[in-house]
């Protein structure tokens, strides 16, 4: 892992790893005075998803999650050459570390119906797993930027409450 990643040529120090995800890597940054995450766009073949320009789609999609009203990360910064975005970072454990530990909020679930409520009526899903959720200050936010056109199958009763139960099952690349 490098030391330092660059958006729009300002340098940030690389503190750790997030996570990886279907488009790319996700980095936890600071520049000396605040945190940030920095997705750096990756182009590694996903059997299961099929993308188009990752970057764009990153884009469009947090575009039209803003419009309905989803709670997340504000987008702070895009370096279209270095395929990277700066997001405000949300500090907290996700609710797939904070169910792990056996600690479920039922405000949670509503908040996630909530989302719903403004995703189905647009036709669209976001990715339900719990790793992409973190409560701060009485929020849920969705921190990443990913939705699809709406699918029974793939919504939050039929697929995504599952792994917010206590026994959850581990996600598998089914989507």
């Given at each position: 892992m490098q030391n330092t990643l660059t958006v729009n040529d300002t340098e940030y120090t690389v503190l750790q790893l997030l996570g990886k995800g279907k488009g790319g890597y996700s980095y936890l940054v600071t520049d000396g005075t605040t945190q940030y995450v920095l997705k750096q766009i990756h182009h590694e073949p996903c059997e299961y998803y099929t993308f188009s320009d990752k970057l764009q789609a990153e884009l469009r999609d947090y575009k039209t999650l803003c419009k309905l009203g989803i709670p997340m990360p504000r987008l702070l910064a895009v370096d279209a050459p270095q395929e990277c975005i700066l997001k405000e970072y949300i500090a907290g454990q996700?609710?797939?570390?904070?169910?792990?530990a056996g600690r479920m909020e039922p405000g949670w679930l509503k908040q996630v119906q909530t989302m719903c409520g403004l995703l189905y009526p647009a036709g669209l899903n976001?990715?339900?797993?719990?790793?992409?959720?973190?409560p701060c200050s009485g929020t849920l936010y969705y921190i990443d930027y990913e939705c699809n056109a709406y699918m029974e199958q793939w919504d939050f009763e039929h697929w995504g409450i599952q792994y917010w139960t206590a026994q959850a099952p581990e996600r598998t690349n089914e989507i």
């Open positions: 996700t609710v797939a570390e904070l169910l792990k976001i990715d339900y797993y719990p790793t992409n959720f973190v």
